[in-house]
């Protein structure tokens, strides 16, 4: 059944070379994003890290719960409340008990996601002293990272604003967080909420006192009551969807670049076909050779790529930690399933990429054994012409509709990566189509004159497939750069400026780390000269839509007196004069949107309330309800407006006097629409770089493979040349110069995909924030260019200078 297949590799395996390593990288990578995903979707609950020592932990699980349709809902709350203090007397009743507080406070000049503790909680944690002493009055501190050597002052931010301590005590850092401990007084006096109790009493007791109104955790369920589970679960989850659309991505470039890999395998053996057929192969016999060819190449490289992801799975998890688009403690280890599902994938892609090619080897008919000339005489049938105009037809209409009817959804990489990979593929599937005229357009604008340029120009128009199979790379690869580093930077522009609009101020105070403005900040703001200020607290609204979910809103708690002359929010209908404590101003993410309808919502602290809508704005830019609600959080930011007549030189200069060392950032409102606080943006473009590294690297090795195995495959034209007096040196700048056509068709058509892609985002960005310029990644569309261009030249450039070591003579009586 395989006797023939198995000798055609044994015995002319180079021509499978190309096709086996595509299809090993392609497997090692989908297989090591699977062990990454696989890692990121564990359940298996991880060891206690915090809580490691601690025998008992009490605490809240603070969620809000309400009737659904389902039974119940719940969503974690925005504003958490403590362990009421009637709850901590009873616990403490039954033996030793230790109060766990974590509350954001940052040594200056260490990690801006600092956090402090009260000492003895450092009992229970991996925490050791490293040097020096625990600290035994209120200014003194034990620190973990950041400057001061034991016995210097330093200054550490906290809710309050700034205040010197004395480090008496230096602590060995740990990986989950980066802590500042201070006497358990003094964290008391700074935050009086109690987040965890630590209990040593007796397990039955401790379950008596606590009856039902808070949550004990023992053993392995221990790490669910640590401050840094919820927050490392969302970086899990996000790395999950990183991983996800990765694999997704790959998934694509692999099936388009072994397709690829397989029908130039075809084309070269176009010949050995046609001579199968007249000593009498069927059609289908000729289709069984080669998928069954292909079936065994696809075996070995699924085999050999399942090894090689071995180790490059947890080298790309470290990678995905130290960039921080993994949380601290993220590894990639063994997992079966994604291995296994890998070697399948391998296989099914091989198959299906020589689909095509087997088909089109069946199609090849006896006389052709006898025809020598290399002219391609239809290089499209009308089934790929169909397709193609299908795919860009398709993605067309996803790109139209998105923009027009929901433009947010069209700004989502999880929209617009499908869009663009449908858009690569059309093009693909009509390149050798639309190589011939483009080819003719570049080539006559340069207008070659001399022998080689005519030649290489010739060639190019008479062999569309064979242009085709070395532009095609190009074009993936330079595509999806282009128009996914574009669409994601100018979906980040859009979503500033929609950010940008709801305020209409002359600088913006924004922190410099995760926690917030300190008290300390809004008073020296609220106090500066010539001013008016206007805070926002963010917050959440929760809401049960037709009695089936629970869904969050984002919020923003403000002084309705100094927001409404600040703000930029478009009002749809309504009046922001009339937000009060008891009303509400929603956007248009609301299903409720009628002015004066009372809605039933659940404030961030879990508290029911009944609120009526004064306004409807606008876009998304979240609700907003008054300072009535998310006391227990600090501002994200504060936005400045000048009074008549003050220079804004001088109140700038007070700005930032005021607020210095405070940990803030005084912003000019154009500096704070190009870098929003949070550094949400980053690691979305990190994400999206990730996305494109990982298949521009794929598609790299595919451009060296083509390019490579067209070039050897010529061996015997290039001697024909060399044997008609051209020198080495002309037949190689020849060969180059005849490769720049097909790299020059390549781009042209990555940057018809880049621009059609960018033209949809930028009309979904219109409408979803005004005007908004279209962000064009010159600096990164460059350098893949030129790293692609260069990867091509060397492959044709190196096999020619290799092939022309052989007398001319000799190669060409070789047989092929």
């Avoid at 030189?649 to 803030?664: I, K, P």
Wanted: net charge positive; charged share 15%.
């Amino acid at each position: 059944m395989y006797g023939i297949p198995v000798r055609t590799l044994r015995l002319r395996w180079p021509l499978f070379t190309g096709t086996f390593i595509a299809l090993t990288l392609g497997v090692c990578l989908v297989s090591a994003l699977g062990l990454g995903l696989a890692a990121a979707l564990d359940t298996a609950a991880p060891a206690p890290r915090r809580y490691g020592a601690a025998p008992v932990v009490v605490h809240l699980d603070e969620k809000l719960k309400v009737p659904a349709s389902s039974g119940h809902d719940s969503a974690p709350l925005a504003e958490r409340k403590g362990l009421p203090a009637e709850l901590i007397a009873d616990v403490t009743a039954t033996g030793p008990t230790v109060v766990d507080r974590t509350f954001p406070a940052t040594v200056a000049g260490g990690p801006s996601d600092q956090v402090g503790h009260g000492w003895s909680a450092a009992a229970f944690t991996p925490y050791e002293l490293a040097s020096g002493r625990a600290p035994e009055r209120d200014d003194e501190i034990v620190a973990t990272a950041g400057p001061g050597a034991v016995g210097e002052p330093v200054r550490v931010l906290t809710a309050d604003g700034p205040r010197m301590y004395t480090v008496v005590g230096r602590a060995r850092p740990v990986d989950f967080e980066s802590a500042v401990f201070f006497t358990d007084a003094e964290a008391a006096r700074i935050s009086p909420r109690v987040d965890a109790l630590v209990a040593y009493g007796p397990l039955d007791a401790i379950t008596g006192a606590v009856h039902e109104r808070a949550d004990i955790r023992t053993g392995g369920a221990r790490r669910e009551a640590e401050p840094t589970t919820a927050r490392e679960q969302e970086d899990l989850d996000n790395t999950a969807i990183l991983l996800g659309v990765s694999a997704g991505v790959a998934g694509f470039v692999a099936i388009f670049v072994v397709a690829s890999t397989c029908a130039l395998g075809v084309a070269r053996r176009h010949g050995e076909f046609a001579l199968l057929r007249m000593v009498g192969a069927t059609p289908r016999g000729v289709r069984r050779v080669v998928l069954r060819e292909i079936a065994l190449v696809g075996t070995l490289a699924a085999g050999a790529g399942c090894a090689l992801s071995l180790p490059a799975a947890p080298a790309l998890g470290r990678a995905l930690v130290r960039e921080h688009l993994a949380p601290a403690g993220y590894t990639v280890g063994w997992s079966t399933v994604p291995v296994v599902v890998a070697f399948a994938t391998g296989v099914t892609v091989a198959l299906l990429g020589a689909w095509t090619a087997a088909h089109r080897a069946g199609r090849v008919r006896p006389i052709e054994a006898l025809r020598t000339a290399a002219v391609e005489v239809r290089p499209t049938t009308r089934l790929r012409l169909l397709i193609g105009v299908g795919l860009i037809g398709g993605a067309l209409v996803m790109l139209g509709q998105g923009a027009i009817t929901e433009p947010a959804s069209a700004l989502n990489r999880k929209q617009y990566i499908p869009v663009t990979m449908l858009l690569i593929t059309g093009v693909a599937v009509l390149a050798p189509t639309i190589v011939a005229p483009l080819a003719r357009a570049l080539t006559g604008i340069l207008r070659p004159t001399r022998p080689g340029g005519r030649l290489a120009r010739a060639n190019s128009l008479a062999l569309p497939r064979r242009t085709a199979s070395i532009a095609a790379p190009i074009l993936v690869t330079i595509g999806l750069a282009g128009a996914l580093i574009g669409v994601a930077d100018t979906a980040r522009a859009a979503k500033v400026s929609a950010v940008r609009n709801t305020v209409d101020a002359d600088f913006v105070i924004a922190p410099q780390s995760p926690g917030g403005l300190n008290r300390a900040v809004v008073e020296q703001v609220r106090t500066t000269p010539g001013v008016d200020a206007a805070a926002t607290v963010p917050t959440t609204m929760y809401t049960v839509e037709g009695g089936v979910a629970l869904i969050p809103r984002p919020a923003h708690a403000v002084d309705p007196a100094t927001w409404s002359p600040i703000t930029g929010v478009r009002v749809l209908a309504g009046s922001l004069a009339d937000l009060a404590d008891d009303t509400i101003v929603v956007d248009e993410d609301w299903s409720q949107q009628t002015v004066g309808q009372r809605v039933r919502v659940w404030a961030g602290d879990g508290t029911p309330v009944t609120l009526r809508i004064a306004a409807v704005v606008h876009g998304d830019p979240g609700s907003f309800v008054s300072s009535r609600f998310g006391r227990g959080t600090l501002p994200d930011a504060i936005y400045v407006k000048l009074r008549q007549g003050t220079d804004h030189t001088v109140a700038e200069a007070h700005l930032r006097a005021r607020t210095r060392e405070l940990g803030a950032d005084v912003l000019r409102a154009d500096e704070w629409g190009r870098a929003p606080a949070g550094g949400g943006g980053r690691h979305s473009r990190a994400g999206v770089a990730v996305i494109v590294g990982l298949a521009v690297l794929y598609t790299s090795v595919a451009i060296v493979n083509t390019t490579a195995t067209v070039t050897f495959d010529r061996r015997r034209y290039i001697a024909a040349l060399r044997l008609a007096g051209a020198t080495n040196g002309q037949v190689t700048r020849y060969l180059a110069g005849e490769t720049l056509i097909p790299i020059a068709v390549g781009f042209v058509l990555a940057a018809g995909v880049t621009a059609v892609q960018l033209g949809g985002t930028w009309i979904a960005a219109y409408r979803y924030a005004g005007p908004t310029g279209v962000v064009l990644p010159w600096a990164e569309v460059g350098v893949v260019t030129v790293v692609a261009a260069g990867l091509a030249l060397a492959a044709t450039v190196i096999p020619a200078l290799v092939t022309m070591r052989d007398p001319a003579i000799r190669a060409v009586g070789a047989e092929r």
